[in-house]
């Protein structure tokens, strides 16, 4: 892309951070087309699953016994769920250009949005405690100032964003009693796996050497995705049953 073209909208400040598209200069991104057609092939299972289940999860929700608190925290899931998988689809499959680095701030921002989402209905459905709602409360403050400086700094703090997203989906831990303990055993290893899934995803996130590397990375975060939609999923025929 020529070099004469209009920067980004960016402070002046940073532009010396981006290429003239906008693109983050710390970022390569020089897959092979074999690279991007397995990485669109992870994403299209993706996002179909992820609709289908979220609609599956919403119906089974209305249709439970579940109070309205209840199932409005499993829409909250549910819409975070596609819009995490969609957003990711979006980014990483659209040609390079200006708007897939603004597509890369959303995408990088629904991680720390669907992070909150899936604590939300575990924590409404089985919470024990004050403390639990208030744990729930602080990962959505964390959320949501992590989304705000991936869509107003992009490009900045990626490496701090990847340890902020681990910190955030293990924090569920400290409300251990008043929450994971109460999950049924099927929810609490579900939970437990996606949350090893996306941890040891996390090595091909930083691998760029290895070929294939995005594809498999996804690769770890829906089969991780799944298992968190299983424990919400099971957790809510628990309850509402």
């Known amino acids: 892309m020529s070099v004469q073209e ?3 909208d960016v402070p002046s400040a940073l532009n010396a951070q981006f290429a003239p598209d906008g693109r983050p200069l710390s970022l390569a991104w020089t897959y092979t087309p074999r690279e991007l057609m397995a990485d669109g092939v992870v994403h299209v299972v993706g996002v179909s699953l992820g609709v289908v ?9 209305a249709l439970s016994n579940l109070a309205v608190a209840e199932k409005v925290a499993v829409g909250v899931y549910a819409a975070g769920l596609v819009a995490m998988l969609s957003t990711s689809a979006a980014y990483n499959m ?6 897939k680095w603004r597509l890369r701030r959303a995408d990088h921002a629904t991680i720390f949005l669907m992070i909150a989402g899936t604590y939300t209905p575990l924590v409404t ?5 004050s403390f639990a709602f208030g744990l729930l409360a602080g ?5 949501v100032a992590g989304a705000a400086v991936k869509l107003t700094l992009p490009g900045r703090f990626d490496r701090l964003a990847i340890a902020l997203y681990l910190a955030l989906g293990w924090s569920g831990i400290m ?5 994971i303990a109460a999950l049924s055993p099927p929810a609490l290893w579900l939970l437990g796996a996606g949350g090893l899934l996306y941890s040891l995803g996390v090595i091909f996130h930083v691998w760029r050497q290895l070929p294939f590397q995005n594809a498999i990375w ?10 968190h939609y299983g424990a919400v999923f099971r957790s809510v025929l628990d309850v509402g049953a």
Not at 125 to 129: A, C
């Open 6 to 8: 209009p920067a980004l």
């Open 53 to 61: 289940g979220a609609l599956a999860l919403t119906i089974s929700a």
């Open 94 to 99: 659209w040609p390079v250009g200006r708007l």
């Open 125 to 129: 459905l089985v919470g024990t405690d």
């Open 139 to 143: 990962i959505w403050l964390v959320a």
């Open 175 to 179: 409300a251990y009693e008043s929450v």
């Open 218 to 227: 996804h690769g770890f975060v829906l089969a991780a995705a799944a298992c």
